[in-house]
């Protein structure tokens, strides 16, 4: 096959588009720079050139999924409304993340062992979770519970969503939809009715 003539630019996206198929269908450990090369049907040095190596492309597709997937999880929650439209907004953000970028969620997800270099999945959710913790901080000093419970509290809606997110990647049943309004049923209906100060019925150690 004749090799198309590119530019600079061109040719980077095209690499990026590559690494970023075989990253989510193989996994970091599981992909090359000989197959990057191969399928972009393109010479390793060139590979090389533009980004020094399989970490180098990998670091690049990661901080790109995740400042899309921040992108969009940060204009669900920046007007001001309601607190559950809010939680709506959120979950359908994600949920519409997953749906048009599977790759990228996949490669998300996995671990890795450039991760520590290019940020988590888990990094992103903290990310996403101080934004709900400023949230839920306001509406908390309204309703008179302690606000500085509200990072306990954005960590586990953001965790809920994440873990759930990632079981409907596999399943896609049911509707997305279905899916971000269970969710927020579990979450606002929990909420609604919060103890202000809980305590468990069973203490714990005392079976």
Known sequence: ????????????????????ALFAEKGFDGTSIEEIAH????????????????EGIYAVVVDRE???????????LSEDAHPRLLL????????????????????LVRDSPVATATGTF???LNDIASQV????????????YEPKLAALYSQAL?????????WWLEVRKPK?????????????????????KPSLRERPGSR
């Open 1 to 20: 096959m004749a090799r198309v003539r590119m530019t600079g630019k061109e040719r980077r996206q095209q690499l990026l588009d590559v690494a970023r």
């Open 39 to 54: 399928r972009a049907n393109v010479s390793k040095p060139v590979v090389y050139e533009h980004f020094g190596g399989k």
């Open 66 to 76: 995740m400042q899309a997937l921040l992108t969009g999880m940060t204009r669900a």
């Open 88 to 107: 709506e907004r959120a979950a359908g953000a994600l949920l519409d993340y997953i749906e048009g970028s599977t790759d990228g969620f996949r490669i």
């Open 122 to 124: 888990s990094s992103l």
């Open 133 to 144: 913790e400023h949230i839920l901080g306001v509406q908390f000093a309204k309703r008179g």
């Open 158 to 166: 953001v965790g809920m969503v994440a873990l759930t997110g990632q």
């Open 176 to 196: 997305k939809n279905e899916v971000a309004a269970h969710l927020v049923n579990l979450a606002w209906n929990g909420l609604s009715a919060m103890e202000g």
